[in-house]
């Protein structure tokens, strides 16, 4: 089955690090370019980072120095580093397949819930 | 703010068409391809229109998108109860850097 299945959410203090997950199934892994996109409860879509097929990533300014994207190709995997982490981090993180015939992001996981509080 | 401008509600009846409108600018819709996706409550996106107007396979033809200037459009006709969801607009921002979705709009089905 193609999906994609993220894990690593939880309850971090503020100030604290946290490492998310994503393990790819049912496609080449290392052909996509990979994405991260977080929701706050009630709020709308916010796009956080990507990595491309060469490694290369590229964030927003307003994550820039604080995420860090990466991916394990022989693993399948891909990772959010998430350090510093304040309470407007707290959202649902989805990692997102991007098709490159299409442009899109074609393949979304379930998300994992990232909690920031004391 | 969002770069992108969506209603932030909307709604139909059964049967219905109803529209809802994407406004950008020249750095984001004015120069890319626009994205629609489908939020149904509790779950993930999902993809429901690429390349302005294009549909993957398994979407139904009732959606439908379409683009003009740096305002796009997203047509839902023959409007279901299962079509009660969010609806997220999106693009690349060439100012930016970065990819960008609208707020978002919410379609209640009366």
């Known amino acids: 089955e193609v999906q994609l299945v993220e894990s690593g959410g939880g309850l971090v203090q503020p100030g604290g690090s946290l490492r998310l997950s994503c393990e790819a199934s049912?496609?080449?892994?290392?052909?996509?370019?990979m994405h991260w996109v977080r929701q706050a409860t009630g709020k709308g879509l916010e796009w956080v980072s990507a990595?491309?097929?060469?490694?290369?990533?590229n964030y927003p300014g307003s994550v820039k120095g604080r995420f860090t994207i990466s991916r394990e190709n022989a693993k399948n995997s891909l990772y959010l580093q998430i350090s510093s982490l304040r309470a407007g981090d707290t959202a649902v993180y989805y990692c997102?397949?991007?098709?490159?015939?299409?442009?899109?992001?074609?393949?979304w996981g379930q998300g994992t819930m990232v909690t920031v509080s004391s | 703010q969002s770069v992108l401008t969506q209603p932030s509600s909307t709604s139909g009846t059964p049967g219905q068409r109803v529209t809802i409108s994407c406004s950008g600018s020249?750095?984001?819709?004015?120069?890319?391809?626009v994205y629609w996706y489908q939020q149904l409550p509790g779950t993930a996106p999902k993809l429901l229109i690429y390349?302005?107007?294009q549909r993957p396979s398994g979407v139904p033809d009732r959606f439908s998108g379409s683009k003009s200037g740096t305002s796009a459009s997203l047509a839902i006709s023959g409007l279901r109860s299962e079509d009660e969801a969010d609806y997220y607009c999106?693009?690349?921002?060439?100012?930016?850097?970065?990819?960008?979705f609208g707020g978002g709009t919410r379609l209640t089905v009366l």
């Open positions: 049912g496609f080449t892994f290392s052909y996509y370019d």
């Open positions: 020249s750095s984001n819709i004015g120069n890319n391809d």
């Open positions: 990595i491309g097929t060469g490694g290369d990533p």
């Open positions: 390349r302005n107007n």
């Open positions: 999106a693009t690349w921002d060439d100012s930016l850097f970065a990819w960008v």
């Open positions: 997102a397949r991007r098709n490159p015939k299409w442009g899109a992001f074609d393949l």
